[in-house]
């Protein structure tokens, strides 16, 4: 389970870019394929621990979920497969190690608005 | 003033930071002319036997040093010096795998020059370790034939983190009747013309095709390394 020490370099990324653009974070986005090693579930149940306690406090984790994408040297082109337990071309059934994608680990977006000044005007 | 909501790009890869010490770490390794192997495996599999017997036999030729993460104990360091070779305990605490900057940080006092080969026991998982890259040139997924033919269907991504898988405790395997050839069939299905080893740590079995393997990699390298 190293999901909760994932969610907290989301949460310290998210919060430098929130810090450096002045603005309030309501969502993170997140490619996540299957063979970065990182499940899902396991990491939105850590993302809301990470959270706690930092700007990004209530904030939501999107995660698009990136099937695993080879190239098959036999039809030279790229193919979506269908189970991570047969690494073979759909359609020729040759099998490949070309990895194009699955192994995504990474923050696409923030869904952020700008910082709100709760002070009343004039009284800067 | 009401701040409407927006959608900023960012594009980060959130293992950037370990993935920089690692590619800092291989280029050191490469410039040295030091060949480095990491090995991730289940709990239990062997990893520690068999990296006592590879310390054992290839410390008489080449010079040859260990870090071995473990959780909690400083045992598996301890039986590995008994190699003769210099061996370092890296204990983790409560995390479950091995970071490019632990490595790191464990290498401080040594000179990694004066290496030929390091290796790496990684945390014994099958899951974590797959996503953080050490800096190593070769990593190997070892499984020993008590486990069952089918654990590279049930980890893939470890399988696709790795180089080489290695099939440890041979010496059992007529006991626990394992197949071999469906093991084989296993791998080829989640990783495409992974190289594979059988081995016994205890009867040496399998070993000199391993170590040949070994040191013609690191003469590759060495000679890369001199052009």
Known sequence: MHELSIAMSIVELAQEEAERRDVTVDAVHLELGPLSGVVADALLFSYEMACNGTRLEGSRLVIKQIPIEVFCPACKTQKILSSMQWFCCPECGTPTSEIIHGKELLVTA??????CRTAPLGSA | MSAEPRLLEVRKNILKQNDVVARMLRERFRGQGTFVVSLVSSPGAGKTAFLERTLTLLHPHYRVAALVGDLATENDAVRLAR???????????TLCHLEAAMVDHALAGW????????????????????????GEN???VLL????????????PTIFNSADVAVI?????AEVVEFDEESMKANIQAVRPG???FTVSAKTGAGLPEYLQFLTARLAELTQKTSV
Not at chain 2, 111 to 134: A, K, M, Q, R, T
Not at chain 2, 144 to 155: I, R
């Open chain 1, 110 to 115: 923030l869904e952020v608005r700008d910082e």
């Open chain 2, 83 to 93: 190699s003769q070779a210099p061996v370092k305990q890296i204990t983790t605490g």
């Open chain 2, 111 to 134: 000179d990694i020059g004066e290496l030929d080969f390091l290796f790496i026991e990684n945390v014994g998982n099958l899951v974590c370790p797959s996503s953080y890259d050490l």
């Open chain 2, 138 to 140: 070769l990593r190997l």
């Open chain 2, 144 to 155: 020993s034939v008590t486990e069952g033919e089918d654990k590279p269907l049930k980890y």
């Open chain 2, 168 to 172: 440890t405790k041979m010496d059992l």
């Open chain 2, 194 to 196: 992974m190289r594979h």
